[in-house]
């Protein structure tokens, strides 16, 4: 059981480029979240996948895309990467169960720098 | 949306008792959650308190709540120098986001023996 599992662990990009993020959860959640880490800022939320088939945005979209391609995996995109992309990215997942407590369970993130 | 309010930095002696404070802004939140980082990894639930309770004991860990001021805080007895750590607030706001965490930005604990 690897809980919340992320790729790549670091990735370097120049402005302009794109790529993938990949996150996989063994834990049959319903819900799957992506946020950004920047210093001083804490965690925001970039879009979140409350069940299978759905997607929406969260707090800072822009310059992403987002696919829930099966219950297990939610990967984000970064179609033209920009130096503001430059953060560590977590992903994270939860049951999300009406009236239970929704424990979110949090990847070990990728850390993404844009040159 | 409101941010949810943490002191940036707490400093302690190795064995002394840390308290980490916060101030929410949903007082629909129907759980508030502390969660810990440690360097370069990701984050782990450390508690969680229900919104009807006021206190919370686990362990070393002790979550009060006061609903009517928004406060939160986190009491860690004994600290040891394996707690230096961020640690972050978070509360379930009323929203579209689904369940999605409002996060304060974190207490960077610094233990020291």
């Known amino acids: 059981n690897a809980g919340v599992t992320q790729t790549p662990k670091f990735q370097v990009l120049k402005t302009g480029q794109s790529m993938t993020l990949q996150c996989a959860q063994d834990m049959n959640h319903n819900s799957m979240y992506w946020y950004r880490q920047d210093p001083g800022m804490g965690l925001r939320l970039i879009y979140y996948s409350a069940s299978e088939g759905t997607t929406d945005k969260g707090e800072v979209p822009n310059g992403y895309n987002v696919s829930r391609l099966n219950k297990r995996e939610f990967s984000l995109r970064l179609e033209s990467a920009a130096p503001s992309q430059t953060s560590v990215y977590f992903c994270?997942?939860?049951?999300?169960?009406?009236?239970?407590?929704?424990?979110?369970?949090f990847g070990p993130g990728t850390r993404l720098t844009v040159l | 949306g409101e941010d949810v309010e943490q002191s940036l930095f707490l400093s302690v002696r190795e064995g002394d008792s840390s308290v980490i404070n916060c101030t929410y802004t949903?007082?629909?939140?129907?759980?508030l959650y502390w969660y810990k980082q440690e360097p370069g990894a990701g984050l782990q639930l450390l508690t969680y308190?229900?919104?009807?309770?006021d206190m919370k004991q686990d362990q070393r860990l002790t979550v009060l709540l006061n609903k009517k001021d928004k406060h939160l805080s986190l009491r860690i007895a004994d600290t040891q120098t394996g707690d230096s750590a961020i640690y972050f607030c978070a509360e379930t706001p009323y929203s579209n986001s689904g369940y999605a965490l409002n996060f304060g930005k974190g207490t960077s604990l610094l233990v020291t023996p």
């Open positions: 949903d007082s629909s939140s129907t759980y």
């Open positions: 308190i229900f919104s009807n309770m």
């Open positions: 994270a997942s939860s049951e999300a169960r009406p009236g239970y407590t929704d424990t979110q369970y």
